[in-house]
């Protein structure tokens, strides 16, 4: 938590900092845009982060700390779930989305799916006022094959539903078709456009030595391990039971894909 406080003030900071510096640069116009132009963008961007952050973590996640979670699901629908945090800009988990954020967004969602939720936070432990366990990656600088190795060891259950906290149109109802298509199967990947999602997946617990040979190699790739595990990829034709294959898996891997997709 206190991490989490520190992180939200040096952004909201270095934000306000670089507002004024980038105020003294010409602004232009949009049409027109003079050299101040972006950098006033991206600050002022940067200052809508951190205060949300700040508040986040100064007001709301402690009330969340106490919050009661979901009612249980019958036992025959119940499996551990992981929440796959990715995060591809640092402050994306605490982004406003349909009225809350995008990390609590993911949450919900899977809390629809399953009772037993985590959080994969990365290298360092944040975000652990949402009610969840928070895992931190064992391997270091190992991409996201390092979350799934850490959600991967922490299971305690068959499956592990993973999650990007960047993918906020995945709907809970394919999350759980998802986990109904694996029986017989290591793991089971939606495939888009001959794209894998594979931040999107189900793993059962026999990927762990696989994953676990492949850091140790060097290897970084989601996919690299797929040659040693049984696959099950889940084609456009079944996604699309569930919505638009395309927009369902659309990434905020940039501001502009954020301000696109939420407007």
Same mark, same amino acid.
């Given at each position: 938590?206190?991490?989490?406080r520190?992180?939200?003030?040096?952004?909201?900071?270095g934000?306000?900092?670089?507002?004024?510096?980038?105020?003294? @640069?010409?602004?232009?116009s #949009?049409?027109? !845009?003079? *050299? =101040?132009?972006?950098? /006033?963008?991206? $600050?002022?961007?940067?200052?809508?982060?951190g205060l949300?952050?700040?508040?986040r973590?100064?007001?709301?996640a402690?009330?969340?700390?106490g919050?009661?979670?979901?009612?249980p699901l019958?036992?025959e629908?119940?499996t551990r779930v992981?929440?796959a945090?990715?995060l @591809?800009?640092?402050?994306? #988990?605490?982004? !406003?989305? *349909? =009225?809350?954020?995008? /990390?609590?967004? $993911?949450?919900l969602r899977l809390?629809e799916v399953?009772?037993?939720?985590r959080?994969l936070?990365?290298?360092?432990?944040r975000y652990?006022?949402?009610g969840?366990?928070?895992?931190?990656?064992?391997v270091?600088?190992?991409?996201p094959?390092?979350?799934?190795?850490?959600?991967?060891?922490?299971? #305690?259950?068959p499956?592990?539903?993973?999650?990007?906290?960047?993918?906020?149109l995945?709907?809970?109802?394919l999350?759980?078709?998802?986990?109904?298509a694996?029986?017989?199967?290591?793991a089971?990947?939606?495939?888009?456009?001959?794209?894998?999602?594979p931040l999107s997946a189900?793993?059962?617990?026999?990927?762990?030595?696989?994953?676990?040979r492949r850091?140790?190699?060097g290897?970084?790739?989601?996919?690299?391990?797929?040659?040693d595990v049984r696959v099950?990829?889940?084609a456009?034709?079944?996604?699309?039971?569930?919505?638009?294959?395309?927009?369902?898996f659309r990434?905020?891997?940039?501001?502009?894909d954020?301000l696109?997709?939420?407007?």
């Open positions: 938590m206190l991490a989490e520190v992180l939200a003030l040096a952004t909201l900071l934000g306000a900092l670089f507002l004024i510096q980038a105020r003294a @640069l010409p602004f232009g #949009a049409e027109r !845009p003079g *050299a =101040g132009f972006f950098p /006033v963008l991206i $600050a002022v961007f940067a200052c809508v982060v949300v952050a700040t508040a973590a100064f007001v709301l402690p009330r969340a700390a919050a009661r979670t979901d009612p019958a036992p629908q119940r992981i929440v945090i990715v @591809l800009v640092i402050f994306c #988990a605490l982004l !406003p989305w *349909a =009225g809350s954020t995008l /990390v609590e967004h $993911a949450l809390r399953c009772t037993d939720v959080i936070s990365g290298p360092e432990a652990a006022g949402y969840a366990t928070v895992h931190t990656d064992v270091r600088d190992a991409g094959l390092a979350g799934l190795h850490a959600g991967l060891l922490s299971l #305690a259950a499956l592990g539903l993973f999650l990007g906290v960047d993918t906020p995945v709907p809970p109802a999350l759980g078709a998802l986990v109904a694996a029986a017989g199967f290591d089971v990947v939606p495939v888009v456009g001959g794209r894998p999602e189900v793993y059962r617990e026999s990927c762990l030595g696989p994953v676990r850091l140790a190699a290897e970084r790739k989601m996919t690299s391990f797929w040659p099950r990829a889940m456009e034709e079944e996604l699309a039971a569930f919505g638009d294959p395309e927009l369902m990434n905020l891997n940039t501001p502009e954020y696109r997709l939420r407007g």
